[in-house]
Protein backbone atom coordinates (compact mmCIF):
# COMPACT_ATOMS: atom_id res chain seq x y z
CA UNK A 1 0.00 0.00 0.00
CA UNK A 2 1.23 3.54 -0.83
CA UNK A 3 1.33 6.36 1.69
CA UNK A 4 1.55 10.08 1.20
CA UNK A 5 4.66 10.55 3.54
CA UNK A 6 5.78 14.70 4.05
CA UNK A 7 8.65 13.78 5.96
CA UNK A 8 10.74 11.22 7.84
CA UNK A 9 13.22 11.79 10.96
CA UNK A 10 14.83 10.64 13.98
CA UNK A 11 14.49 12.12 16.96
CA UNK A 12 13.36 12.30 20.31
CA UNK A 13 9.54 11.62 21.25
CA UNK A 14 9.32 14.93 22.93
CA UNK A 15 5.54 13.95 24.68
CA UNK A 16 2.85 11.52 26.49
CA UNK A 17 3.78 8.26 27.85
CA UNK A 18 7.33 8.12 25.24
CA UNK A 19 8.90 10.86 26.44
CA UNK A 20 11.90 10.87 26.15
CA UNK A 21 12.32 7.44 23.87
CA UNK A 22 14.42 7.42 20.71
CA UNK A 23 11.71 7.50 17.77
CA UNK A 24 11.64 8.10 14.31
CA UNK A 25 8.83 9.99 12.88
CA UNK A 26 6.88 9.46 9.65
CA UNK A 27 4.58 11.97 9.36
CA UNK A 28 2.23 11.38 6.69
CA UNK A 29 0.41 14.46 4.39
CA UNK A 30 -3.49 15.16 4.61
CA UNK A 31 -5.46 16.01 7.39
CA UNK A 32 -9.45 17.78 7.00
CA UNK A 33 -9.68 18.49 10.96
CA UNK A 34 -8.40 22.16 11.30
CA UNK A 35 -6.94 23.02 14.45
CA UNK A 36 -6.41 26.58 14.89
CA UNK A 37 -3.25 25.82 17.14
CA UNK A 38 -2.18 23.15 14.40
CA UNK A 39 2.12 23.73 14.17
CA UNK A 40 2.07 21.63 11.20
CA UNK A 41 -0.48 23.56 8.96
CA UNK A 42 1.60 22.66 6.22
CA UNK A 43 0.56 18.85 5.83
CA UNK A 44 -3.76 19.61 5.19
CA UNK A 45 -3.64 19.47 1.29
CA UNK A 46 -2.01 16.57 -0.37
CA UNK A 47 -1.78 18.44 -3.65
CA UNK A 48 -0.18 16.95 -6.53
CA UNK A 49 1.87 19.99 -7.45
CA UNK A 50 3.64 18.93 -4.26
CA UNK A 51 4.58 15.59 -4.88
CA UNK A 52 8.23 14.88 -5.03
CA UNK A 53 10.30 11.93 -5.10
CA UNK A 54 10.61 9.16 -2.81
CA UNK A 55 13.99 10.11 -1.31
CA UNK A 56 13.06 14.27 -0.79
CA UNK A 57 10.73 13.95 2.17
CA UNK A 58 14.12 11.40 4.43
CA UNK A 59 14.50 14.86 5.78
CA UNK A 60 12.54 17.59 8.46
CA UNK A 61 11.30 19.89 6.25
CA UNK A 62 8.32 22.03 7.48
CA UNK A 63 8.55 24.78 5.04
CA UNK A 64 5.89 23.70 2.57
CA UNK A 65 3.57 20.92 2.12
CA UNK A 66 6.07 17.99 -0.39
CA UNK A 67 4.56 14.68 -0.21
CA UNK A 68 6.18 11.61 -1.55
CA UNK A 69 4.30 8.13 -1.91
CA UNK A 70 5.76 5.16 0.01
CA UNK A 71 5.03 1.78 0.91
CA UNK A 72 6.16 0.16 4.53
CA UNK A 73 9.32 -1.68 2.48
CA UNK A 74 10.13 1.73 0.83
CA UNK A 75 10.26 2.95 4.27
CA UNK A 76 12.12 0.67 6.25
CA UNK A 77 14.91 0.46 3.18
CA UNK A 78 14.94 4.69 3.83
CA UNK A 79 15.22 4.50 7.85
CA UNK A 80 18.33 1.85 6.80
CA UNK A 81 19.78 3.83 4.39
CA UNK A 82 19.74 6.86 6.91
CA UNK A 83 21.16 4.34 9.84
CA UNK A 84 18.66 5.09 11.70
CA UNK A 85 19.32 3.25 15.31
CA UNK A 86 15.94 3.66 16.94
CA UNK A 87 13.26 0.98 16.72
CA UNK A 88 9.86 2.79 18.08
CA UNK A 89 7.52 4.21 14.77
CA UNK A 90 5.58 7.08 15.26
CA UNK A 91 3.19 7.64 12.77
CA UNK A 92 2.01 11.56 12.99
CA UNK A 93 0.48 14.29 10.33
CA UNK A 94 -1.41 15.44 9.37
CA UNK A 95 -3.91 12.89 10.56
CA UNK A 96 -2.54 9.93 9.72
CA UNK A 97 -5.57 7.63 10.44
CA UNK A 98 -6.97 8.87 7.20
CA UNK A 99 -5.27 5.99 6.03
CA UNK A 100 -5.63 1.97 6.32
CA UNK A 101 -2.33 1.59 8.31
CA UNK A 102 -2.54 -2.36 8.86
CA UNK A 103 0.51 -2.67 6.27
CA UNK A 104 2.46 -0.32 7.46
CA UNK A 105 2.30 -1.11 11.42
CA UNK A 106 2.10 -4.91 10.28
CA UNK A 107 5.09 -4.74 8.46
CA UNK A 108 7.19 -2.77 10.64
CA UNK A 109 6.66 -4.86 13.56
CA UNK A 110 7.37 -7.61 11.41
CA UNK A 111 10.88 -6.34 11.00
CA UNK A 112 10.96 -5.95 14.83
CA UNK A 113 9.99 -1.91 15.70
CA UNK A 114 7.79 -1.12 17.78
CA UNK A 115 5.02 1.69 15.93
CA UNK A 116 3.07 4.61 17.62
CA UNK A 117 0.16 6.39 16.17
CA UNK A 118 -0.51 10.18 16.59
CA UNK A 119 -4.69 10.85 15.84
CA UNK A 120 -7.30 12.99 16.49
CA UNK A 121 -9.61 10.27 17.37
CA UNK A 122 -11.40 11.37 13.78
CA UNK A 123 -11.45 8.82 11.66
CA UNK A 124 -12.02 4.89 12.51
CA UNK A 125 -8.18 3.65 13.75
CA UNK A 126 -6.84 0.96 11.49
CA UNK A 127 -3.38 -0.84 12.60
CA UNK A 128 -1.64 -3.65 14.08
CA UNK A 129 -3.35 -4.79 17.46
CA UNK A 130 -0.53 -4.23 19.18
CA UNK A 131 0.37 -0.86 17.99
CA UNK A 132 0.48 1.80 20.61
CA UNK A 133 -2.54 4.43 19.90
CA UNK A 134 -2.48 7.89 20.95
CA UNK A 135 -5.61 9.69 20.55
CA UNK A 136 -5.43 13.77 21.18
CA UNK A 137 -8.57 14.13 20.72
CA UNK A 138 -9.82 17.19 19.33
CA UNK A 139 -13.32 18.66 19.53
CA UNK A 140 -15.56 21.79 17.30
CA UNK A 141 -12.61 21.97 15.02
CA UNK A 142 -13.11 23.79 11.64
CA UNK A 143 -13.76 21.04 9.77
CA UNK A 144 -16.50 19.60 11.97
CA UNK A 145 -15.63 16.65 12.60
CA UNK A 146 -16.51 14.70 16.00
CA UNK A 147 -14.21 12.19 17.67
CA UNK A 148 -15.45 8.91 17.40
CA UNK A 149 -16.35 6.68 20.31
CA UNK A 150 -14.37 3.83 18.46
CA UNK A 151 -11.40 5.62 18.09
CA UNK A 152 -11.39 6.38 22.23
CA UNK A 153 -12.13 3.14 23.10
CA UNK A 154 -9.03 1.83 20.83
CA UNK A 155 -6.65 4.34 22.35
CA UNK A 156 -4.03 3.27 24.76
CA UNK A 157 -3.45 6.69 25.60
CA UNK A 158 -5.74 9.53 25.63
CA UNK A 159 -3.43 13.34 25.53
CA UNK A 160 -5.82 16.11 25.62
CA UNK A 161 -4.37 19.73 24.68
CA UNK A 162 -6.24 22.33 27.44
CA UNK A 163 -5.86 25.88 28.17
CA UNK A 164 -8.93 26.66 30.25
CA UNK A 165 -11.57 24.55 32.50
CA UNK A 166 -13.51 24.16 29.24
CA UNK A 167 -10.92 21.86 27.80
CA UNK A 168 -11.37 19.79 30.92
CA UNK A 169 -14.89 19.78 30.59
CA UNK A 170 -14.87 18.66 27.24
CA UNK A 171 -12.63 15.90 28.00
CA UNK A 172 -15.12 14.49 30.40
CA UNK A 173 -18.22 14.59 28.55
CA UNK A 174 -15.66 12.70 26.12
CA UNK A 175 -14.90 9.67 28.42
CA UNK A 176 -18.33 9.79 30.22
CA UNK A 177 -18.92 6.54 28.77
CA UNK A 178 -15.62 5.11 27.87
CA UNK A 179 -13.93 2.52 30.25
CA UNK A 180 -10.33 4.25 31.00
CA UNK A 181 -8.85 1.96 33.94
CA UNK A 182 -6.63 0.83 31.61
CA UNK A 183 -6.01 3.82 29.65
CA UNK A 184 -3.36 6.33 30.54
CA UNK A 185 -4.85 9.89 30.41
CA UNK A 186 -2.28 13.09 29.70
CA UNK A 187 -3.55 16.48 30.02
CA UNK A 188 -1.14 18.61 27.58
CA UNK A 189 -1.01 22.62 27.84
CA UNK A 190 -1.47 24.03 24.76
CA UNK A 191 1.55 26.81 23.49
CA UNK A 192 3.15 25.99 26.91
CA UNK A 193 0.83 29.07 28.59
CA UNK A 194 1.80 29.25 32.23
CA UNK A 195 -1.77 29.74 32.81
CA UNK A 196 -2.69 26.27 31.22
CA UNK A 197 0.34 24.69 32.21
CA UNK A 198 -0.93 25.55 35.82
CA UNK A 199 -4.60 23.94 35.21
CA UNK A 200 -2.83 20.68 34.08
CA UNK A 201 -0.99 20.44 37.14
CA UNK A 202 -3.87 21.08 39.50
CA UNK A 203 -5.80 18.75 37.53
CA UNK A 204 -3.33 15.79 36.92
CA UNK A 205 -2.41 15.85 40.73
CA UNK A 206 -6.27 15.61 41.72
CA UNK A 207 -6.86 12.85 39.34
CA UNK A 208 -4.17 10.76 39.16
CA UNK A 209 -3.65 11.75 35.57
CA UNK A 210 -0.32 12.34 33.80
CA UNK A 211 0.90 15.82 32.72
CA UNK A 212 2.24 15.79 29.26
CA UNK A 213 5.03 18.60 28.76
CA UNK A 214 6.34 19.15 24.82
CA UNK A 215 9.94 19.04 25.69
CA UNK A 216 10.80 18.90 21.89
CA UNK A 217 9.96 22.80 21.89
CA UNK A 218 11.91 23.65 25.59
CA UNK A 219 14.82 21.47 23.38
CA UNK A 220 13.94 22.89 20.31
CA UNK A 221 14.39 19.74 18.47
CA UNK A 222 12.32 18.40 15.98
Not at 140 to 164: Q, S
Request: hydrophobic share 40%; proline share 4%; charged share 20%.
Amino acid sequence: MNYPVNEVFETIQGEGVFTGVPAIFVRLQGCPVGCAWCDTKQTWDVLEANKVEPAQVITVDGTIGRWAEHTAQSLIAAFNAKSFTARHVVITGGEPCMYDLRDLTQTLHSQGFATQIETSGTFEVLCADDTWVTVSPKVNMKGGYKVLTHALNRANEIKHPIATENHIAELDNLLQDIDISAKTICLQPISQKPRATELAMKVCIARNWRLSIQTHKYLNID
